[in-house]
């Protein structure tokens, strides 16, 4: 069965620190990857995708993430967080037909 | 432009009664895909509706049910409601879902409680 997997449930840096989010996806064909981001009382909304082409995607905000086919991996990545990227994080994958899939994402907090 | 809405805001049920819920697409959005979100979990896929018909649905049971109508809005029906539904319920909107995937909008949610 398909499904997307991120290995930590809550991450707490200081500002500045660097970050990384891993996601890890099963799914043999070919995927579309996303990372979605909810922040405190707001809508989820979309930090980056990768349909093709250079697996390193830059989204909004100095995020970036990557995708390793032969790791199943599409890890989120920002070199210096700010206080205001508190959130939560969530990997997705669509699998084929209309259908997408999250992990359970990771609740990011960061320390002023 | 406006845009995903979703009504109500919050609703409160006892077990066994139904419940319908709303979603105005984003505007020129053609399909509406849905979602229900548990306490502490991602949100996952329940059916999208794509001009009027559904296109896919995940492992949810008949009594979800859905409807999406020529202004491409649409409803999430639940029937017998059971406590496990208590969630909050997504409702996204894009842009023709039999092209390329495109980005999903959105709405805000509709946090039901099961009593």
């Known amino acids: 069965a398909q499904s997307v997997s991120q290995h930590n449930h809550h991450v707490i840096l200081s500002e500045a620190a660097s970050l990384e989010l891993g996601c890890n996806y099963s799914?043999?064909?070919?995927?579309?990857l996303f990372w979605y981001v909810q922040y405190p009382g707001q809508h989820l909304q979309l930090l980056l995708k990768?349909?093709?082409?250079?697996?390193l995607v830059k989204g909004i905000k100095g995020f970036e993430a990557e995708f390793i086919k032969s790791k199943f991996s599409f890890n989120l990545r920002k070199p210096s967080v700010q206080w205001s990227d508190t959130a939560e994080y969530f990997c997705?994958?669509?699998?084929?037909?209309?259908?997408?899939?999250f992990g359970s994402g990771t609740r990011l907090s960061i320390r002023p | 432009e406006t845009g995903v809405t979703q009504s109500p805001t919050h609703l409160i049920k006892t077990r066994g009664q139904q419940v319908t819920l709303r979603c105005s697409s984003q505007?020129?959005?053609?399909?509406v895909s849905w979602y229900q979100q548990a306490l502490g979990q991602g949100p996952q896929f329940i059916f999208q509706?794509?001009?009027?018909?559904?296109?896919g649905r995940g492992n949810f049971p008949p009594r979800f049910s859905g409807l999406q109508f020529p202004n491409y809005s649409s409803e999430l029906n639940v029937n017998a409601l059971e406590l496990d539904d208590s969630a909050l319920y997504l409702c996204?909107?894009?842009?023709?879902?039999?092209?390329?995937?495109?980005?999903?909008?959105f709405g805000p949610g509709t946090r039901l409680t099961v009593l």
């Open positions: 509706y794509y001009r009027e018909e559904e296109n």
């Open positions: 997705a994958v669509n699998a084929g037909a209309s259908k997408i899939i």
């Open positions: 996204a909107s894009s842009l023709d879902a039999g092209a390329t995937y495109n980005e999903q909008f």
């Open positions: 990768y349909f093709s082409g250079d697996p």
């Open positions: 505007s020129g959005h053609n399909t």
């Open positions: 799914y043999g064909g070919t995927v579309n």
